[in-house]
């Protein structure tokens, strides 16, 4: 049973501007001349944590991470102007070129994989490896399960409270503009009920057992409102893509080494949208822990992950001696 690696403290952090708005927050750890890796917070609208830089051996990998427009640290924090997943993308490949890195391993978890996926597609020559964790296939289907048609079902109670948050007496299904208009348009006390309503049912299917409401405040801050319209901007734009877009192009991805790794227990992702990314990627490793949900923890999922990261670096190694 693999663990993290310990804690370590980061040998550079900066800002990068990325256009005349934006400034991403970046940091390097590990080996300066180990294998490059980038990690792809989920979100939208999350950020990077300490753990986050423990799935990698420090003395084999350069780890590369870096929040997103709008998130953690990046500034203007909440910004949601010049902030699309074509934006983010092209990000993503100017933290790159910035580096002056060749090739690097994506390593995405939820909305992380599925910039992963995206990113690979959009620069196949500049990625050597994808490790996925909880893919999020950003598809109508996708959205309307966490949002309507679904994880309602397993946490009937919780819904019905966002449904009252929201002040929603319709059907599930057209809740969503609803919580829109009140997130976006309404006044200050509609946007943060809106805000502290979804941000508890995101946490409830999330987390599952593991959810505690009393952590959570009574009554939004600034920052989680900020924050719950981010998320809640690329959901209303769905993420700014075509349906289906990600199968639709993992043709041209065949030949990248990649790793499936998703929990049966996830009720953000459902297990289909791993399964079906497999259909999309035969060669791809693909890994299904039956006791595993959404988040990165566990000694399951922890496992899986931190034993694919020492997988592909020793098979990169082992490539380069060659």
């Not at 979100?43 to 709008?70: M, T, W």
């Not at 503009?177 to 299917?205: C, E, K, M, R």
Request: proline share 5%.
């Amino acid at each position: 049973m693999k663990h993290l690696y310990p804690e370590l403290e980061p040998y550079s952090s900066y800002l990068l501007d990325v256009d005349e708005l934006h400034r991403v927050y970046i940091e390097e750890c590990g080996n300066p001349d180990g294998l490059p890796v980038i990690y792809l917070h989920g979100g939208p609208a999350s950020g990077c944590k300490p753990d986050h830089r423990c799935f990698f051996n420090p003395e084999v990998y350069r780890i590369v991470l870096f929040d997103q427009r709008g998130c953690g640290r990046s500034q203007p924090f909440g910004a949601l102007k010049n902030n699309t997943t074509q934006h983010l993308l092209e990000d993503i490949e100017k933290i790159r070129q910035h580096l002056n890195i060749q090739q690097w391993i994506l390593f995405g978890g939820s909305w992380g994989a599925t910039l992963a996926l995206l990113y690979a597609q959009q620069h196949r020559h500049a990625v050597s490896a994808m490790i996925l964790r909880g893919s999020f296939l950003a598809r109508e289907a996708d959205l309307s399960w966490f949002a309507g048609n679904g994880a309602n079902y397993i946490y009937p109670e919780m819904w019905e409270q966002f449904m009252s948050a929201i002040k929603h007496n319709g059907d599930s299904l057209s809740a969503m503009p609803t919580f829109f208009d009140n997130l976006f348009t309404g006044n200050a006390q509609q946007q943060h009920d809106a805000a502290l309503g979804w941000s508890i049912w995101g946490a409830q299917v999330a987390l599952g057992n593991e959810f505690d409401l009393t952590g959570f405040p009574e009554r939004a801050d600034a920052a989680m409102l900020k924050q719950v319209k981010i998320e809640a901007h690329y959901a209303k734009h769905r993420y700014f893509l075509d349906e289906n877009q990600i199968l639709d192009n993992c043709d041209c991805i065949q030949d990248v080494p990649v790793t499936i790794i998703h929990g049966r227990q996830d009720l953000v992702c459902p297990l289909q949208a791993a399964w079906s990314l497999h259909r999309a990627l035969p060669k791809a490793l693909y890994i299904c822990l039956p006791n595993s949900g959404h988040i990165a923890s566990g000694e399951d999922m922890i496992n899986a992950l931190v034993s694919a990261t020492d997988r592909i670096a020793a098979q990169q190694q082992d490539t380069t001696l060659d």
